[in-house]
């Protein structure tokens, strides 16, 4: 079983910088592209962004392309997500998450997921 560990999460003011961090045990970080997600209040799972197994591929939601950055450390058995200029509509829960496929914005593809860090975003 792989377990995934969401940090870095807080209240913050809008046009600020922040860095989430996922650490993964009980399986090798290489062997997974990774995902991060968010749940805002009221709404559905919504894809953030993706990156491949060795970080050469990177997907991006419209909503934050040019503002967020996915990155991941293999050897530290960790994935990022760098989140600059944030806004009040990017407060919500974070996720990140593991799949065996290649880059995806399918939640359903993904087979491990961690509980999650608040991001809140004050205008």
């Known amino acids: 079983q792989m377990q995934l560990v969401e940090s870095g999460g807080g209240l913050v003011q809008a046009g600020v910088s922040l860095r989430l961090s996922c650490v993964a045990s009980g399986r090798t970080l290489s062997a997974y592209t990774m995902g991060w997600f968010r749940r805002a209040p009221g709404m559905g799972r919504e894809f953030v962004a993706t990156i491949s197994r060795t970080g050469g591929s990177t997907f991006y939601a419209d909503s934050v392309k040019g503002r967020f950055t996915i990155s991941r450390d293999n050897a530290k058995n960790t994935a990022f997500l760098e989140m600059n200029s944030l806004k009040p509509e990017d407060t919500a829960v974070y996720y990140c998450?593991?799949?065996?496929?290649?880059?995806?914005?399918?939640?359903?593809?993904?087979?491990?997921w961690g509980q999650g860090t608040q991001v809140t975003v004050s205008s």
């Open positions: 998450a593991a799949t065996l496929r290649g880059t995806s914005l399918q939640y359903n593809d993904y087979i491990y």
